[in-house]
């Protein structure tokens, strides 16, 4: 019953490590690795979003990701716009190493990866209304919720 139940568990973990990190994700979630997303408030009408997502996560999953979740704030605090500014979106990659020496006999051990993250990260500011002045990318909530696709 033991060795089933162990089985299970890794045959879910190899499932979900193919996959790209999922839309709902908190990073602040145990079983998140350190990938998702990160809301903090600003102000009554600004948020900083970051996102974190894992190898299978490109940049525009990621941008989609945070265009829709800037949308969902913008609209649970009664904006019908929004204006993102600041915007980042990286492809980073981090590695880890590990190794085992021994002199007497010459053994030597050593492993190394390197793992792909996609990080965006906004200021998303809310408003009544959409302002005239062009130079500002301002959009609408409630056509980002849908048509901005966040599935993976």
């Not at 525009?60 to 990701?65: C, G, I, Q, S, V």
């Not at 800037?70 to 190794?99: H, I, V, W």
């Not at 010459?106 to 793992?115: A, C, E, K, V």
């Amino acid at each position: 019953m033991k060795n089933s139940r162990l089985i299970a568990f890794g045959l879910s973990a190899l499932l979900l490590a193919g996959c790209a990190t999922p839309y709902d994700t908190d990073r602040d979630s145990f079983w998140s690795f350190g990938k998702g997303f990160e809301v903090t408030p600003l102000a009554q009408d600004t948020w900083q979003i970051s996102f974190i997502g894992n190898e299978n996560t490109d940049r525009t999953l990621a941008r989609n990701y945070l265009l829709h979740k800037a949308a969902e704030l913008a609209k649970g605090a009664g904006y019908p716009y929004f204006a993102l500014r600041g915007e980042q979106n990286f492809r980073d990659q981090t590695g880890s190493t590990s190794g085992i020496g021994y002199s007497s006999n010459d053994f030597l051990y050593g492993t190394g990866s390197t793992i792909t993250e996609t990080t965006v990260m906004v200021e998303v500011i809310g408003m009544n209304e959409k302002p005239t002045e062009r130079n500002l990318s301002v959009y609408e909530s409630d056509f980002v919720l849908n048509s901005v696709d966040v599935r993976s």
